[in-house]
């Protein structure tokens, strides 16, 4: 293969037409190599997987401007135009030997960097985020109850003129996130909204959610080459894997840390009932959570066999997996500061193994 040298109207027609033919599959990620002699892409894939691409004289290669979700603004390149570092979607089929792609369209690293850069900027200036306490399917409007700064405070968020997306498994990007609905979201999720106060409400313009789940698990052993964790969970000793990729962040919980955690742990509990009800916020969650994100970050060769782990991802059917987002290590230290002398009763309850205040928030608060 020389080049990719189909034209932009074949692509849009065969685009069109995808649905009258079998079903493809797609990978989702950022170029790491590239072998412009063989004409093949080595992609990390958002999941964390590396994935060998192959293309041919009949692959459509188009590059898009960051941010855009169709083919509207696309423009056919070479896949010589191809370059490390970009982000990639590409559909075509999955081998034994790896994934032959019938259409690689790309978004150049560069353009990503300053878009991401200009929509964090806008997301801090307009953004709010927290969880969800209520839906109301027939006026589009949504309680949320805000983290950070204003923690506790609820919201109402009208959601009329908003476009929603889903966050993906493993991925807090904006721009991956899919695009979904209101009748997807559900009390409990995470939520950030992008709009303008309105008087005691919220106008949103944007809003992207997700579920996530916080397991303690126990390490049985760890596979660096693969960037994954064996494991199995406090609470009820059942096997899981846990996947690790570039957006993981992983912290380790300091003995000085441990300390101050349990005894603003041991201090919540002496003062009200150690289960919390709907109705009041949770304060306490953002007060450890804060603790343990001043920490410096640590890499996964830090982890070893034996180590107790506080792991939050977004919730998958296999429960038997989980794309890392936010990782605590250390929570060991934790339970060991909690536990009672000799003969006296537990005072703090455990809540899938972990402490209260290990439910974290992953969506970025401002």
């Known amino acids: 293969m020389k080049r990719c040298a189909l034209l932009l109207f074949v692509t849009l027609a065969l685009w069109c037409t995808a649905a009258a033919q079998p079903k493809l599959d797609s990978v989702v990620g950022a170029i790491t190599e590239i072998d412009k002699a063989s004409h093949t892409l080595t992609v990390k894939t958002d999941s964390g997987e ?4 192959t293309t041919d004289e009949a692959t459509a290669c188009l590059r898009i401007p960051a941010g855009e979700r169709t083919l509207s603004k696309a423009e056919p390149i070479k896949f010589d135009d191809i370059s490390i570092a970009d982000r990639v979607l590409a559909h ?7 994934f032959v792609a019938q259409r690689v369209v790309v978004m150049p690293v560069a353009e990503v960097a300053r878009k991401r850069e200009h929509d964090l900027d806008e997301w801090k200036r307009r953004g709010i985020g927290g969880m969800v306490r209520a839906v109301n399917a027939q006026t589009g409007e949504i309680t949320l109850e805000l983290r950070g700064a204003n923690a506790g405070t609820r919201l109402s968020v009208t959601t009329g003129k908003a476009n929603f997306r889903r966050y993906l498994a493993g991925s807090l990007r904006f721009e991956d996130a899919r695009a979904s609905q209101l009748s997807d ?8 909204a992008l709009g303008d106060k309105n008087g005691d409400g919220f106008i949103a313009e944007q809003i992207v959610f997700g579920a996530f789940k916080t397991v303690g698990v126990t390490v049985v052993d760890i596979d660096q080459q693969k960037g994954e964790i064996h494991a199995t969970t406090l609470d009820q000793k059942k096997r899981i894997t846990i996947f690790f990729n570039k957006d993981s962040v992983l912290r380790r919980i300091s003995p000085p840390v441990a300390t101050a955690i349990a005894q603003k742990t041991k201090g919540d509990a002496a003062k009200s009932p150690p289960v919390q009800t709907e109705q009041k916020p949770s304060a306490q ?12 970050t640590v890499a996964l060769t830090d982890i070893k066999t034996g180590d107790v782990l506080a792991v939050t991802g977004a919730v998958e059917n296999d429960e038997a997996r989980l794309v890392a987002i936010k990782v605590a290590a250390g929570v060991d230290l934790v339970l060991r500061a909690l536990a009672p002398a000799p003969g006296r009763p537990q005072s703090v309850r455990l809540s899938a193994g972990l402490p209260p205040g290990f439910d974290f928030s992953v969506i970025p608060v401002n």
């Open 50 to 53: 590396n994935v060998k691409m």
């Open 285 to 296: 969650v953002i007060d450890v959570q804060q603790m343990i994100d001043t920490l410096p």
């Open 92 to 98: 075509g089929t999955k081998t034994s030997s790896g």
């Open 185 to 192: 979201i559900h009390i409990g999720d995470q939520l950030r």
